[in-house]
């Protein structure tokens, strides 16, 4: 089974009620906010994304890096080996999107290197060099549909969800 990451606004009286909920009462909440709220998909490729903004996979995140937060959320709700929940206040968002914007993705293109990813065991195992400028061009695009979804996010005063399920 695939395990895929999706973005959520959501507002701060909703993401109360999923903090006071277990996890199988989370998951099927977050199935139903899903619905209703703007979300974004980064499919397998938040692990991807995370090496290459941070140098190291989402196992080995450090949660205090703004980039790590900006791809696998902040504070915690749910960690298990099924899922993953995390969130960002919308306080913490500005200073979340500051570094992802920051990004040169020149550099990013030039640095990269399916081998480094492969080697640190990045989720999904696709990289080779045979798919390199697949890969890479997919990673920027989501990096770039990260940044937008994190204005929007911003501009409508709201709160930020990542799951990994």
Known sequence: MALLGTYM???S?????????????????????AGESDTHSIGALWDGLH?????????????????SKAVLGGAVLVNTEEALVAYNLQDELQAVLGALEKVDTDALRRGFDPLALAAANVYPD????EDREK??????????????FYRRTIAKKMNLIFSLR
């Open 9 to 11: 606004m959501i507002d």
């Open 13 to 33: 009286e909703d993401l109360e009620t999923l903090m006071e909920l277990e996890a199988d009462e989370l998951a099927e909440e977050m199935d139903i906010l």
């Open 51 to 67: 090496f290459v903004l941070t140098g190291k996979s989402a196992s080995d995140a450090d949660m205090t890096r703004c980039l």
């Open 126 to 129: 696709i990289w080779t060099t």
């Open 135 to 148: 890969n890479l061009d997919n990673l920027v695009g989501e990096l770039g549909g990260l940044v937008a």
